[in-house]
């Protein structure tokens, strides 16, 4: 399977790979976050974000589960996971519904919502140690293969 891998050095140039896969970011794509704490995924999130078109604060939804970004033709849901006691919680808050084919969705700790999300288009890994970090981009889908290629 195709996949793209980047070292990073620096938080600045973590954003700056953000606004690359920001072309990545069709509507009804469903991006996967996974690595480490402080590994950098909200802010490869800010990046992807900002070239997007968003200009306000960024923070990681850590404590609210959910931040909503409404961009001009887009709206982008930003799930954080790590908190979640169980996935069925995913459940309980209609999860689901926020996962429709008209909105962009990234959701970081994946694995604490197994079997109750939808395949990923995307899986984004961030591998880091005390001076880099390797972002390792996995397409999932059909779709997620497709649009690879914008990033080669």
Known sequence: MQFVTKVIKT???MQTFGKKLAKLCATGCRI???GELGA??????RGILRALGHVG???SPTFTLL??????????????????KDPVELEYIGARDYFSPDVISFVEWPEYGKDFLPEPDFV???IFNQTTRIVEILPISNKGKQLIRKLK
């Open 11 to 13: 938080p600045k140039a």
């Open 32 to 34: 996967y976050f996974s």
């Open 40 to 45: 950098g995924k909200t802010t490869l999130i």
């Open 57 to 59: 604060h960024v923070k």
């Open 67 to 84: 931040e909503t970004y409404i961009l001009a033709e887009k709206v982008i849901y930003h799930f954080d996971l790590y908190r979640l």
């Open 124 to 126: 984004c890994k961030i």
